[in-house]
């Protein structure tokens, strides 16, 4: 196995741990946490596989704002799942 | 029996539709297409599309990077559906969460260290984002990513200080010019050459930033719109915090 055989194996691990735990937690101020890490490594991905155009906006996009207006939402309702 | 036969419907639509889907060629090589590095003239109609956009593009376009030439030149009419939708987003989630007194927020102090971090920064941030767009043409990016970039630094100032807030009319304002300017390019096309989004503006030399015509000019507005639309939808989002 080559270097990018193993960095892409073990983002894919921790993507997918993430996205389990952003599904499973009931504390939800972590599972969106959980979801930006989740888009954050979605993007180094996308860097990996020659799109940095992608790259740049799933940052910017997946990782800043919509983990920002999930927190928002969070604030406004409440914290933790029934 | 109401289940089997939907079940049986369901199979058969989807057997037509692997069909139909298995004859359409995605991106495959047709026949003898030209060779990339010298392509023959003449031949376009035996060359698949994405071969015809890498041979012929910078050509036809003027712009360096293959994506955007395909975004803003190619495909520049779905580009500006694509803006509407954001635009449609924005409206929506202003007209429903928009909290017009402000003094209702409950203002709560933030770090002493996030203060000073986000005042050295935002500057920074807002230079980032407003080089990815206009270097769009040359370089990976483009006026969407350059927009998200100039939103996610207001949002850093808007949690950086509770009491601050972008204005709403000059938010309206750069957002509507932006929109504006892209659709009189595009007009001008038309009035010009008699289609749409036709790139009137001499190419200039490749690789160089006053290059490709009206590539930059529209990337520039969709910039502007984009980045001004997510700033709204964050103020929008602020102002529910009661």
Sequence with gaps: MDLFTIVSLILITIMIIAAIIAAEIKDLLSAAIASGVMSLVVSILFYMLQAPDVAITEAAIGAALSMAVMIFGIKSTKRWEK | MKRVLALT???LLFIVFAMAFAKIPFGEKMSNYPDYYNPIENQT???????????????????TNMVTAVVVDYRGFDTL??????????TGVGSLMYVEDKV??????????????????FGFIILFGAYIFIHGHLTPGGGFPGGAVI???????????????????????SESLA??????????????????????LPFGLPTY????GVIPVIYVAIGVKV????????????????
């Excluded at chain 2, 109609?45 to 712009?63: I, R, V």
């Excluded at chain 2, 929109?179 to 749409?196: K, M, P, R």
């Design chain 2, 81 to 90: 559906g694509e803006v509407t939708v954001l635009f449609l987003a924005s």
């Design chain 2, 151 to 173: 939103a996610s630094s207001f949002l850093l100032l808007y949690l950086a200080y509770p009491k601050f807030h972008a204005e709403h009319k000059k938010l309206n304002v």
């Design chain 2, 9 to 11: 419907l369901a199979i």
């Design chain 2, 227 to 242: 980045g001004s639309e997510l700033t709204g939808i964050v103020d929008a989002m602020m102002g529910v915090r009661e």
């Design chain 2, 104 to 121: 209702k927020r409950k203002v709560r102090r933030s770090n002493a260290v996030v203060e000073t971090g986000s005042k050295l920064l």
């Design chain 2, 179 to 200: 929109g504006l300017t892209f659709v009189i390019v595009g007009l001008l096309g038309l009035i010009i050459a008699g289609y749409f989004l036709y790139n009137f």
């Design chain 2, 45 to 63: 109609s035996n060359m698949s599309l994405p071969q015809h956009y890498l041979t012929y593009g910078k050509n036809d376009t003027g712009a």
């Design chain 2, 209 to 212: 930033l006053f290059s490709a």
